[in-house]
């Protein structure tokens, strides 16, 4: 059972940072190495929408409407990913999920784990 705890969820006036957390306390640093690891997020009415991921060498995808605002970062030996959230407007309101994506042998796709969320707010 892979766990992923997220935390740093807030309310945040427009142009503010938050910095998002996720911790996966259950899994040895060898296994979280070997982990894609990311985060999504969903607004009300929307689908679940993939903000941002980072493989275990370090390299980032970004969504187009968040490159240049938001980084995505991992340390290993903490067993961590961070999403720093810069120049925040209304419509990155969302909750954010942590997400952990272990590859398949033979490249059939992915086991993908989720945490449960944490709600991002931003509103004057």
């Known amino acids: 059972q892979v766990q992923l705890v997220e935390s740093g969820g807030g309310l945040v006036q427009p142009g503010g940072s938050l910095r998002l957390s996720c911790v996966a306390p259950?899994?040895?640093?060898?296994?979280?190495?070997?982990?894609?690891m990311g985060w999504y997020r969903q607004a009300p009415g929307n689908q679940r929408e993939l903000v941002a991921t980072?493989?275990?060498?370090?390299?980032?995808v970004y969504a187009d409407s968040v490159k240049g605002r938001f980084t995505i970062s991992r340390h290993g030996g903490l067993k961590k990913v961070y999403l720093q959230m810069n120049s925040l407007k209304p419509e990155d309101t969302a909750v954010y999920y942590c997400?952990?994506?272990?590859?398949?042998?033979?490249?059939?796709?992915?086991?993908?784990?989720w945490g449960q969320g944490t709600q991002v707010t931003v509103s004057s």
């Open positions: 997400s952990a994506h272990w590859p398949r042998t033979g490249g059939r796709g992915y086991d993908d784990y």
């Open positions: 259950r899994m040895i640093t060898s296994v979280f190495n070997g982990y894609i």
């Open positions: 980072i493989t275990t060498g370090g390299s980032a």
